[in-house]
């Protein structure tokens, strides 16, 4: 049962323009998301998160949204550069103990 | 740097056998979770410990087990091992017991069985 869902495998966004990742989740008991990074041979590392007490956190170039009704969150990168390429995992937990992670989607910026 | 440390990087060994890979948290972190990434698959949360006591379980097999040291380190055993289980199982650390916070995760150890 995945109850962390990212659709989209890979992504593939211009340099400048806006990267958008999606991620939906199932399980109504998730209160704070958060989405990881990752490059290759490195573990992952934090980027941002928000609780469910907002739709909005903001952080830099990176926005976070979420749409509780919808369960459906989403990141945006603006401006989208080089070194942004990487996977990104959403992932989510319901207020105490494991986070579940999305499988990921790998974002690719080119020049 | 995250501060987590995990070893050995790289493990090759044959079905049936058994291993035991390490983890050292952050100073200070007294949570470690054991996550493993299969190919093309997201994070499986495997187990938490919170000062050597277990607080959370995941998806972890039978033939899997873990424990945390009174010096916060944590190992995680597998063993009869399966092609199945070659992986990168990623170890991560946080302050406290619950999981509100980020992780802080090593560089993973990669698993493979031949």
């Known amino acids: 049962d995945q109850q962390v869902k990212q659709n989209s495998p890979s992504l593939s966004v211009q340099e400048g323009r806006i990267s958008i990742l999606n991620c939906d989740y199932t399980n109504s008991m998730f209160d704070y998301f958060l989405w990881y990074k990752k490059y290759p041979a490195e573990g992952p590392t934090f980027l941002i998160s928000i609780s469910s007490i907002k739709d909005k956190n903001e952080d830099g170039r990176f926005t976070v949204f979420l749409n509780k009704s919808a369960k459906h969150l989403s990141l945006h990168i603006v401006p989208s550069q080089p070194g942004d390429s990487a996977v990104y995992f959403c992932a989510a937990s319901p207020g105490a103990q494991k986070l579940v992670f999305g499988q990921g989607t790998r974002l690719t910026i080119n020049p | 740097d995250s501060g987590v440390t995990q070893t050995p990087k790289h493990l090759i060994t044959a079905t049936g056998q058994r291993v035991t890979l390490r983890c050292s948290p952050r100073?200070?972190?007294?949570?470690v979770y054991w996550y493993q990434q299969s190919l093309d698959q997201g994070l499986q949360f495997l187990i938490q410990?919170?000062?050597?006591?277990?607080?959370a379980k995941g998806n972890i097999l039978e033939r899997f087990s873990a424990q945390q040291f009174p010096d916060l380190h944590s190992e995680l055993n597998l063993s009869s091992l399966e092609l199945g289980d070659s992986a990168l199982y990623f170890c991560?650390?946080?302050?406290?017991?619950?999981?509100?916070?980020?992780?802080?995760f090593g560089e993973g150890s990669r698993l493979t069985v031949l």
């Open positions: 991560a650390s946080s302050a406290g017991g619950g999981n509100t916070g980020e992780l802080f």
């Open positions: 100073s200070g972190d007294l949570s």
């Open positions: 410990y919170y000062n050597g006591e277990e607080r």
